[in-house]
């Protein structure tokens, strides 16, 4: 099993590009997130979808969409990249909401 | 808002000493779950607090739940180089649909 995978590992954007960050799970979870994590922050909850096709907003939504239309992915989209979005995300799934969390690996992303 | 502060910021011991971390609110926690992450690494579960007074222990790692539910301490007994990382304690509030991570703890251990 590859538990939590992230598409790309790396990307640097201008201001004012989109792009989308793709999360996948093979462990059949239906909770999935996406956090951001900045240095001595920790890590905040941007969205998160309690089954395929639903999606909620977290504690910092502004700027991020999202999509679960497998049950098995989670996107994140930026539609118009800001430096303040330069950060590492993180996605994460679990089998009960808000339970244990297998985070992926992170996507470090770098809004020039 | 709600927040969830720990304490210290940073931590450097000699291999072999203690270190412990606390997660402290001002409010009533529903539960606490502990997370590390290595550097360069993603976070990884250690393992979640629900009842006040709860004491749980992983090999050298001991968590412990306070009775008022306001606080919350991972101590590592002997620390190893293995132990190098940041600790994050977390609340999940799911009657709120929200989780909130506190800072975390950077450990280093000097050989």
Known sequence: NAGVTQT???RVLKTGQSMT??????MN???MYWYRQDPGMGLR????SVGEGTTAKGEVPDGYNVSRLKKQNFLLGLESAAPSQTSV???ASSYVVFGEQF????TRLTVL | GQQVM???QYQHVQEGEDFTTYCNSSTTLSNIQWYKQRPGGHPVFLIQLVKSGEVKKQKRLTFQFG????NSSLHITATQTTDVGTYFCAEAKTSYDKVIFGPGTSLSVIP
Do not use: S, V
Request: with cysteine; aromatic share 20%; net charge neutral.
């Open chain 1, 29 to 31: 979870h239906e909770y």
């Open chain 1, 103 to 106: 985070f992926g690996p992170g």
């Open chain 1, 8 to 10: 790309p590992k790396f």
């Open chain 1, 21 to 26: 960050l793709l999360c996948a799970q093979d």
């Open chain 2, 67 to 70: 009775e008022a539910k306001k």
């Open chain 1, 89 to 91: 995300y993180f996605c």
């Open chain 1, 45 to 48: 909850l941007i969205h998160y």
């Open chain 2, 6 to 8: 720990q304490i210290p």
